[in-house]
Nanobody, 121 residues
């Protein structure tokens, strides 16, 4: 019923930039918070950044000043601009959305399939 599709991952050198995108599609009535999380092998998934429907943002301390989250509500899309990338930013990045589907009064949480970001020289 709902899909979150990420794009924009890849290999980048330290100090470089990447922009991730995540488009939500399906029988969506409204989207509340959207966000990005990341995970490396044998570690728990961690929050990178979130954004509310009105544009309020929250960042992990490790990415503040380097990453910027934004969204286009008309396109049901969230973005993550990543600058000054470091090797420790290497991870699978997952898109997340809290949304309401048509015909329901519940807010449900959905995840994308993940996109790999590798920062290496």
């Amino acid at each position: 019923q709902v899909q979150l599709v990420e794009s924009g991952g890849g290999l980048v050198q330290p100090g470089g930039s990447l922009r991730l995108s995540c488009a939500a599609s399906g029988v969506i009535f409204s989207i509340n918070d959207m966000g990005w999380y990341r995970q490396v092998p044998e570690k728990e998934r961690e929050l990178v950044a979130t954004i509310t429907s009105s544009g309020s943002t929250n960042y992990a301390d490790s990415v503040k000043g380097r990453f910027t989250i934004s969204r286009n509500n008309a396109k049901n899309t969230v973005y993550l601009q990543m600058n000054s990338l470091k090797p420790e930013d290497t991870a699978v990045y997952y898109c997340n959305a809290d949304l309401v589907i048509y015909g329901s009064v519940k807010t449900l949480e959905f995840w994308g399939q993940g996109t790999l970001v590798t920062v290496s020289s």
